[in-house]
Each structure stands twice: as C-alpha cells, then as structure tokens.
C-alpha cells in the first residue's frame, strides 16, 4: 500500500469512529438520573453524613449523664437545614420572566435568613454544651469543630462552591479569571 492509500485508509476510519460516537444516545438533559443526583438523595446522604459526625464526637466526648441534657439540646440545634421546596415546570411555566425572578430573590433571601438564624443558633448550642464540658472535652470538641468545618468546605468545593456542573469554583481561564488560551 503506498502513502496516499494509507492516510485515505486511516482517514476513513476516523470518520467511521467519529459517525459511531456520535450516533450514540445520550442523556436528553439534566435531572435524576441523567448526570444530577435527585434532590431526595442528597438530602438522605447529608443527614445520614451529620448523624455520623455527631456520633463521633459524642464518642470523642465520652459524656456523663449529667451532660446529656446539654447534648440533646446541642443535637437539636445543630439539625442541617432543609431547603424550601423547588417550584416544578409547570410552576415555573405559568410565571412571567418578572414573576420567576421575585419568587427566586424571595427564596435567596429566606434561604439566607435561615443560614443566618442557624449559624446563631449553632453558635449559641456550641457554647452551652462547651459550658457543660471538662477541660478535656473542650479541647475534643474543639478538634471536631476543626474536622467539621474542614469536611464542609471540602464538601463545598467538591460541588464547585454550589454551582452546576463545569462551573466550577471560580472563574476559570478565558473568563477573566487568569490568563486565557494564547
């Protein structure tokens, strides 16, 4: 075989290669089950995630009985947050562009609210379980508190800091976010 028919050969099969890959099916868009995890899960593996954070440091705490009051208070106060409700397609479809945008400012802020009330809140059950502890449980839960928030900001980071998918932590080369493809 000479030069010319080998490359009209290897030519010939990439472009079958290519026609194949692209008559694949692929997900017709985004939701459970098409590359985003149902919401209903992920709640289920956050709540299952806190409860074993908070068995370990019980366990860390090795509590008296006498501090189990103080325990069960801080439990109650350190439940994770449910988000409000999303609206469906067909919601959505009825609103105006004007109408979405309120309703989506309006859960932004009550969203806010709630993190801002909870963090008061966790704040405020830390420090009278911390009344209630010895020195040396103190200084345990003080090492939880570190791993927790590390375990949160890495869980943060690992969704891109709450956005979608490709969207990343930040802004990303090409995007203003440091130099772009020259």
Same mark, same amino acid.
């Given at each position: 075989?000479?030069?010319?028919?080998?490359?009209?050969?290897?030519?010939?099969?990439?472009?079958?290669?290519?026609?194949?890959?692209?008559?694949?099916?692929?997900?017709?868009?985004?939701?459970?089950?098409?590359?985003?995890?149902? #919401?209903?899960?992920?709640?289920?593996?956050?709540?299952?995630?806190?409860?074993?954070?908070?068995?370990?440091?019980?366990?860390?705490?090795?509590?008296?009985?006498?501090?189990?009051?103080?325990?069960?208070?801080?439990?109650?106060?350190?439940?994770?947050?449910?988000? #409000?409700?999303?609206?469906?397609?067909?919601?959505?479809?009825?609103?105006?562009?004007?109408?979405?945008?309120?309703?989506?400012?309006?859960?932004?802020?009550?969203?806010?609210?709630?993190?801002?009330?909870?963090?008061?809140?966790?704040?405020?059950?830390?420090?009278?379980?911390?009344?209630?502890?010895?020195?040396?449980?103190?200084?345990?839960?003080?090492?939880?508190?570190?791993?927790?928030?590390?375990?949160?900001?890495?869980?943060?980071?690992?969704?891109?800091?709450?956005?979608?998918?490709?969207?990343?932590?930040?802004?990303?080369?090409?995007?203003?976010?440091?130099?772009?493809?020259?």
């Amino acid at each position: 075989m000479n030069r010319t028919s080998s490359r009209l050969l290897l030519a010939a099969l990439i472009a079958a290669a290519g026609a194949t890959a692209a008559a694949q099916p692929g997900p017709a868009s985004p939701g459970p089950g098409r590359g985003r995890m149902d #919401p209903a899960v992920m709640q289920q593996r956050r709540a299952a995630l806190h409860e074993q954070y908070l068995a370990q440091l019980k366990e860390q705490l090795k509590l008296a009985p006498e501090q189990e009051s103080a325990w069960t208070a801080f439990v109650a106060a350190m439940q994770p947050m449910t988000p #409000p409700a999303r609206p469906t397609a067909e919601q959505l479809s009825k609103m105006t562009p004007q109408e979405r945008a309120e309703m989506w400012e309006q859960r932004q802020a009550m969203r806010a609210a709630i993190r801002q009330g909870r963090t008061v809140q966790g704040d405020e059950a830390v420090q009278a379980l911390r009344a209630q502890l010895t020195p040396e449980q103190q200084t345990a839960l003080d090492q939880w508190e570190v791993q927790w928030k590390a375990a949160r900001k890495a869980a943060w980071a690992s969704t891109g800091g709450g956005m979608g998918p490709g969207m990343g932590g930040g802004m990303g080369p090409g995007m203003g976010g440091g130099p772009g493809p020259r």
